[in-house]
């Protein structure tokens, strides 16, 4: 069992910055090696969640959704078992609730939520016009 715990998320307006935090309780050293790739999504109440972007645990390779690609970057410092988001020239549609995802699996593709075996509780970001 790996419980993920997420942070960082607040209130920003238009153009601000934020880093969310993801990091994998009780691992201090390391992250466990059945994770293959750490993923965040994001959703809003009444739509269905959204693959934001991917980092593959061995080979650090990642991938990002269109609506983010540029703005965000995801990064993984593995000795702090932390897998992070950087969230620049936010825009009021990034509001949203902000999970971490582990697949142990690495079946499907990065971006179907139904491939991950562990999520955090979330993390709230607001992005005000």
């Known amino acids: 069992q790996v419980k993920l715990v997420e942070s960082g998320g607040g209130s920003v307006q238009a153009g601000g910055s934020l880093r969310l935090s993801c990091s994998a309780s009780g691992y201090t050293d390391r992250l466990p090696s059945s994770i293959y790739r750490m993923t965040w999504f994001r959703q809003t109440p009444g739509k269905e969640r959204e693959a934001v972007a991917t980092i593959y645990i061995r080979s650090s390779g990642t991938y990002y959704a269109n609506q983010v690609l540029g703005r965000f970057t995801i990064s993984l410092n593995n000795a702090k078992s932390t897998v992070y988001l950087q969230m620049d020239s936010l825009k009021p549609e990034d509001t949203a609730r902000y999970f971490c995802?582990?697949?142990?699996?690495?079946?499907?593709?990065?971006?179907?939520?139904?491939?991950?075996?562990?999520w955090g509780q979330g993390t709230q970001v607001t992005v005000s016009s």
């Open positions: 995802a582990a697949d142990l699996n690495m079946r499907g593709t990065w971006s179907d939520d139904r491939q991950y075996n562990y």
